[in-house]
């Protein structure tokens, strides 16, 4: 399957904890956002790399959230003390630059803080 | 940001065709109208996209109103797996082109 990985598919954790999420990107995909989507909601961007290079952050990202894309293939999402606020499926896509840019996206994590 | 509005439901029948409604008034000339849609309990899945023409791919049709002020995402013999919300995306987001989602139209296929 070449489509876009996310793992784990599901994490539960317990408030203050720190979690990671994991997205790969279909190979030859030089932009990866991460959104974020809470029930009967449509998804909400979070953040974007073009290769390795973070462009644009959410006002949604607070400081608790880091994401990287080191060498420009896959990415991390790390949300440090976690809070209940947090609990959410958190959605990868990766796309090739060139209009109209269509992203494909994951299975998305399912998080949830207790 | 184009504003999008969508039917927050409708319902067809299996094997009948589907007519899903977005008025984008506020596109600009260069959008493309973008539809996704979402299974239950997965990521969104890209079913297409257009600018000025009407568009056919294996999936589904859009019509594009001629002002380009709405359109249309033409289904044309829903099944059950078809059931999901659909998302109407007329704009990018500035210049990252990342997806501004509404809370699209969930539509339901009765048998």
């Known amino acids: 399957d070449t489509g876009v990985s996310q793992d784990p598919r599901h994490k539960i954790t317990k408030r203050g904890q720190n979690v990671t999420f994991r997205c790969d990107p279909i190979s030859e995909h030089n932009r990866l956002y991460w959104y974020r989507q809470t029930l009967g909601q449509g998804p909400e961007f979070l953040t974007y790399?073009?290769?390795?290079?973070?462009?644009?952050k959410s006002r949604l990202l607070s400081d608790r959230f880091s994401a990287e894309r080191p060498k420009g293939s896959f990415s991390t999402l790390e949300i440090q003390r976690t809070e209940q606020g947090d609990s959410a499926m958190y959605l990868c896509?990766?796309?090739?630059?060139?209009?109209?840019?269509?992203?494909?996206f994951g299975p998305g994590t399912r998080l949830l803080v207790l | 940001d184009a504003k999008t509005t969508q039917p927050n439901s409708m319902e067809s029948n299996e094997e009948e065709p589907v007519h899903l409604p977005c008025n984008h008034s506020?596109?600009?000339?260069?959008?493309?109208i973008h539809w996704y849609r979402q299974l239950p309990s997965q990521g969104p899945e890209y079913v297409i996209h257009g600018l000025t023409s009407n568009v056919n791919n294996r999936m589904a049709s859009l019509a594009i109103a001629e002002d380009r002020k709405s359109s249309t995402l033409i289904l044309h013999r829903a099944t059950l797996r078809d059931a999901a919300v659909y998302y109407c995306i007329p704009n990018y987001g500035g210049a990252t082109n990342k997806l501004i989602f509404g809370t699209g139209t969930l539509l339901a296929v009765q048998p």
């Open positions: 506020t596109i600009s000339g260069t959008d493309y």
């Open positions: 896509a990766s796309s090739f630059q060139r209009p109209p840019e269509t992203q494909y």
């Open positions: 790399f073009q290769n390795e290079a973070q462009l644009e």
